[in-house]
């Protein structure tokens, strides 16, 4: 099976603008769920995704924001782009998103906001 | 909210030493999940608990869960410089938010 991809793998951006990353999980799996991975803060949660509907949320402000389509497939956009959004953004798939579900993550999307 | 602590930060060794890495959440977990991410990768899954004083092995790789599900820890035994990499534990609390709260990881350096 193909792994998880992340398109664009990487990205530049000024202050201000806006960006979406795409994220395609592994054939079968439904839930999709986000990170952000910076070097202070780690990885954090930002959403899950299952069935179209986001199910968990993370605290991060609204300028974050996500969908999944019926493929399961899921994009976020970032509106309003600051410079402490420059980080490495990690997708991860699982079958259910259940409790004890394996997440594969896929390569990340490297945003650096200028 | 919930936290989870990781301790080090960073474990520097000879290739052939121990390692060891600890995980402690504020909260009582459902289960815990270990990642290895190496550099300029992703983070991959090597494994999860679930069970109160749960113990699992991966060949030099030894998983324990707390018997209070509070604290876990990651030793590896005769480290090899395939080792190297940031090793990260993961907590989930139980009910149906499914949010894994990950620890800063400990980054391990084998010198060989």
């Known amino acids: 099976k193909a792994g998880v991809t992340q398109t664009p793998r990487y990205l530049i951006k000024t202050r201000g603008q806006q960006v979406t990353l795409s994220c395609s999980p592994i054939s079968g799996h439904r839930s999709v769920s986000w990170y952000q991975q910076t070097p202070g803060q780690g990885l954090q949660f930002l959403f899950e995704?299952?069935?179209?509907?986001?199910?968990n949320k993370g605290n991060f402000p609204g300028r974050f924001s996500g969908r999944q389509f019926s493929n399961s497939r899921s994009e976020m956009n970032v509106s309003t782009l600051e410079l402490g959004d420059s980080a490495l953004y990690l997708c991860?798939?699982?079958?259910?998103?259940?409790?004890?579900?394996?997440?594969?993550f896929g390569p990340g999307t490297r945003l650096t906001v200028l | 909210g919930q936290q989870v602590m990781q301790i080090p930060q960073y474990q520097h060794v000879q290739e052939g030493e121990d390692f060891t890495t600890y995980c402690n959440s504020s909260?009582?977990?459902?289960?815990i999940q270990w990642y290895k991410q190496r550099p300029g990768g992703h983070p991959v899954f090597l494994i999860q608990?679930?069970?109160?004083?749960e113990v699992k092995k991966q060949k030099r790789l030894t998983f324990q869960f707390g018997e209070a599900k509070k604290n876990s820890s990651l030793h590896i035994t005769a480290t090899q410089t395939t080792d190297v990499g940031t090793y990260f534990c993961a907590g989930l609390r139980g009910g149906s938010n499914y949010k894994l709260t990950f620890g800063k990881g400990t980054l391990l350096t084998v010198n060989p």
């Open positions: 608990l679930v069970k109160s004083g």
């Open positions: 991860a798939s699982s079958l259910w998103g259940g409790a004890t579900d394996t997440q594969y």
């Open positions: 995704y299952f069935s179209e509907t986001q199910r």
């Open positions: 909260t009582t977990l459902s289960n």
